[in-house]
Nanobody, 125 residues
Framework: QVQLVESGGGLVQAGVSLRLSCVASGRTSSRYAMGWFRQVPGKDREFVAGITWRADRTNYADAVKGRFTISRDNAKNTLYLHMNSLKPEDTAVYYC??????????????????WGQGTQVTVSS
């Protein structure tokens, strides 16, 4: 069992940068792949980025590729999402997730086993 807690969201202006963090607790000795998803009211949860446990592979949604960077610090049990050049369409609740399959950076939400409660990111124009 792993508990995930996101932080770093907020209200920002378009064009600025923001860094989200996700701290894992519980069975953090396990080698989980991790991902970020986002969701707006009335829409399905959307994949944002994924990263393997070894961070030797990352995966990005087309909408964020080139602007967002996923990274992790396993020694700190922390996952990050660096978001640059934020756009109003990036507004969503952002969730981190853990996948017990360590070698993949899946874009499929059903592949993930544990989820945080989310952090709100609002980008105004």
């Amino acid at each position: 069992q792993v508990q995930l807690v996101e932080s770093g969201g907020g209200l920002v202006q378009a064009g600025v940068s923001l860094r989200l963090s996700c701290v894992a607790s519980g069975r953090t000795s396990s080698r989980y792949a991790m991902g970020w998803f986002r969701q707006v009211p009335g829409k399905d949860r959307e994949f944002v980025a994924g990263i393997t446990w070894r961070a030797d592979r990352t995966n990005y949604a087309d909408a964020v590729k080139g602007r967002f960077t996923i990274s992790r610090d396993n020694a700190k049990n922390t996952l990050y999402l660096h978001m640059n050049s934020l756009k109003p369409e990036d507004t969503a609740v952002y969730y981190c997730a853990a996948d017990r399959v360590d070698w993949r950076a899946s874009a499929t939400d059903s592949d993930y086993d544990y989820w945080g409660q989310g952090t709100q990111v609002t980008v105004s124009s």
